[in-house]
């Protein structure tokens, strides 16, 4: 029996020979050294130092930051790796985050202006590389982001104080401030493993109890069975017959007033903000720059997918985009023992993902199409999000949907509770380990999806696996280095479809709204 694992740079192969000798079982160790590179994490297999005067650019971003003229707002990233010359022209991405945008902290209050910066975000391209772009941070003269290239291909470059034992395999005295490693080689060590699931929690029995509440707003709308629900929600076929049935017929389009904007209000809980907060110093204002670069980070990817994916049923839906209206970031002082103030639900370290996006829910989040939560808890069986599924009919939940009553039934009785079922919940660890910014961005993605009306990816020929990967709404995480892993597949497309062209015929609430796009020459 062969069993492959990795430790540091090396791979070990132990092949488990029984047979005797003195009575006793020999197991033959052989050692064979990594030809491939260094590994960098559980997930990551290869990557390469970067180093470039970080002070330079420093320097050059305060510049940026005080500039009235666009030649000065210009930044500029130079560095070798992989064989290449990345040369990076970036600017003060103004997109991302609502130019309203709302910072909260714990306790809800307002934050000062003062004390919202969100100009280290930037987005941009290679020189010379017209089809290229770049979206990412400048924080410390450090720049911290993915660069996309149909020459060069894709990478992710990160901090590599983020991957200091035990968060990675780096010591903590190496001398490059960063790493780089290609989108390629990000991997998921569980995903072949019969011992562990990762990815989505809405499988099993939560999923029911989830179905469950969703048909409960209305007591005359009692829950279907299974066999009785609609079944375009689950199979291709039946996604066919609705929107490519014999019948042709021609697919409107949409006004030209385009409503294809999700708001969004993210919050990050006292986990994920002590996580950060241990990673630079203890300090409070650089922790929220390290959390505000996170999420432009992942609603930007999410941007990249949905954007450039059509959503085409009755009506024809393009570039759908996601802006982030209001952030709250709970610090975990709360959370200590000696707290004595108001007490915040979401110090609860010892809560299953289940009852996280319950407690979630419980808040009033309809003045958004979306509110999230992103944590930094290690949910039992791998689990890394968690989303309410929409339908096109039926059941409540999903984009757009309001505060409202749902009941359900707890120890034989009937309680009822308002909740926002527009809400969703992801992690960024996984069995102890650091999630690397390519398997959250693809989880997120993933969870909007449910929210847009996307069960898991059924059937088989929707999963296809082998070379080209499975698509984003596959049951089980993706490492994203297939093909297919950063693309909704055509049954996916199909029920997310059915969800926009409910809401554009008003069958279900319409929350979004006109892009307002700032076009940059850079």
């Known amino acids: 029996k062969k069993t492959k694992f990795y430790a540091c740079d ?54 940026a930051k005080r500039s009235v003229t666009n030649s000065d707002s210009i930044v500029h990233v130079t ?17 991302t985050f609502s130019n309203t945008i709302e910072v909260l902290d714990s306790f809800g209050n307002h934050l000062h202006p003062n004390d919202i910066d969100t100009s280290h975000i930037y987005h941009g391209h290679i020189i010379d590389e017209a089809e290229s772009a770049v979206f ?35 010591k903590d005295n190496e001398d490059f401030h960063s790493v780089i490693y290609k989108e390629n080689d990000v991997d998921n ?11 989505c929690g809405v499988v099993g029995s939560t999923k029911q109890n989830m179905e469950t509440i969703q048909y409960s707003s ?16 689950y199979t291709r076929q039946a996604a066919d017959k609705q929107h490519h049935g014999p019948v042709r017929t021609k697919r409107a389009t949409k006004p030209k007033e385009e409503r294809n904007t999700c708001s969004l209000f993210i919050q990050t809980d006292p986990l994920l903000w002590r996580h950060i907060k241990e990673q630079v110093g203890y300090d409070k204002t650089k922790t929220r720059e390290e959390i505000l670069s996170l999420i432009a980070h992942h609603v930007t990817a999410v941007n990249y997918i949905y954007r450039d994916t059509k959503f085409d049923g009755r009506i024809e839906h393009r570039n759908i985009k996601f802006e982030v209206q209001r952030i709250k970031i709970d610090d975990d002082e709360p959370c200590d023992h000696k707290w004595s103030g108001e007490q915040n639900p979401f110090c609860m370290e010892n809560i299953d993902v289940s009852n996280f996006l319950n407690l979630h829910s419980l808040g009033n989040h309809e003045d958004f199409c979306l509110a999230y939560v992103f944590t930094y808890r290690d949910f039992t069986g791998g689990t890394l999000g968690l989303a309410w599924v929409a339908s ?101 497309i199909a029920n997310i479809s059915s969800v926009l062209d409910a809401i554009q015929d008003n069958k279900k609430r319409n929350c979004f709204k006109g892009s307002y796009f700032v076009l940059d020459i850079i």
């Open 10 to 63: 090396q791979i070990f192969y132990i092949y488990n020979s029984m047979y005797t000798l003195s009575s006793t079982a020999v197991v033959l160790l052989i050692i064979i050294s990594n030809i491939n590179g260094k590994r960098l994490s559980h997930y990551v297999s290869h990557y390469e130092p970067v180093t470039y005067d970080h002070e330079h650019l420093a320097y050059s971003h305060d510049r």
């Open 136 to 170: 990412g941070s400048i924080i410390n003269g450090v720049f911290e982001g993915k660069i996309i290239s149909p020459k060069k291909g894709n990478y992710f470059v990160e901090k590599s104080k983020k991957y200091i034992h035990p968060h990675g395999l780096l």
């Open 218 to 233: 209305n007591p005359w709308n009692v829950q279907q069975p299974d066999e009785e629900r609609p079944a375009y929600k």
């Open 189 to 199: 060590p569980y995903h072949n493993s019969s011992s562990h699931f990762s990815g």
């Open 392 to 492: 096109a009919s039926g059941a409540s939940g999903g984009i757009c949907e309001k505060y409202k009553t749902y009941t359900e039934t707890i120890g034989g009785l009937y309680q009822s509770t308002k909740r926002s079922l527009n809400t969703g919940i992801i992690t960024f660890v996984n069995y102890n380990s650091r999630v690397p910014p390519k398997v959250s961005q693809l989880t997120l993605a993933h969870e909007i999806g449910h929210n847009f009306g996307s069960p898991h990816d059924y059937p088989s020929d929707c999963r296809p696996g082998g070379l080209n990967g499975n698509y984003i709404m596959f049951a089980s995480a993706t490492s994203g280095d297939r093909p297919n892993n950063s693309k909704f597949s055509s049954c996916s």
């Open 79 to 95: 560095f070798k790796a992989h064989g290449h010359n990345f040369q990076l022209r970036l600017r003060r991405d103004l997109e």
